[in-house]
């Protein structure tokens, strides 16, 4: 499942953001960011069934490589967000109840560990962002 996440920087220098340490947390669940190789990779295979672990790097000549540049794109890697700016990205994460999508992620905080100030190297606080303000309740027909 894509996630967007918009980012703003209202100090007076750039940071960057670490997109391969991003994770989602749901209870005792720690579910980490894939990276676009997996995604792709886990979209366009032949055997659909879910793989459990980390895939090793795959030579992109394996893949589908419209739609890996496509995810490279939009993923939320190393993004730089200048000072006063935004910026953002998607995180790929995949969801085990994905049946009851909008209330697993209203349970859910997006956990932003890796923060680094580009001025001087330091990392930042780590953020934390509960997500029930932001999926709204299903409606019933």
Not at 101 to 120: A, C, G, H, K, T
Request: glycine share 4%; hydrophobic share 40%.
């Amino acid at each position: 499942m894509p996630l967007a996440i918009v980012i703003f920087n209202d100090n007076d220098f750039p940071v960057k953001i670490d997109g391969l340490s991003i994770e989602l947390i749901h209870g005792r669940e720690r579910i980490r960011t894939l990276s676009p190789n997996e995604v792709v990779y886990r979209l366009f295979r032949k055997n659909p069934t879910w793989i459990n672990r980390r895939i090793p790097k795959i030579p992109r000549s394996e893949l589908n490589a419209a739609a890996l540049d496509d995810f490279d794109q939009k993923f939320l890697m190393q993004k730089i967000i200048e000072p006063k700016g935004r910026g953002g990205g998607f995180l790929y994460l995949h969801i085990p109840d994905s049946q009851n999508l909008v209330s697993y992620l209203r349970e859910s905080v997006v956990y932003i560990p890796n923060i680094y100030r580009l001025d001087d190297g330091s990392r930042l606080i780590f953020f934390e962002i509960e997500l029930k303000a932001a999926v709204r309740p299903s409606v019933a027909p």
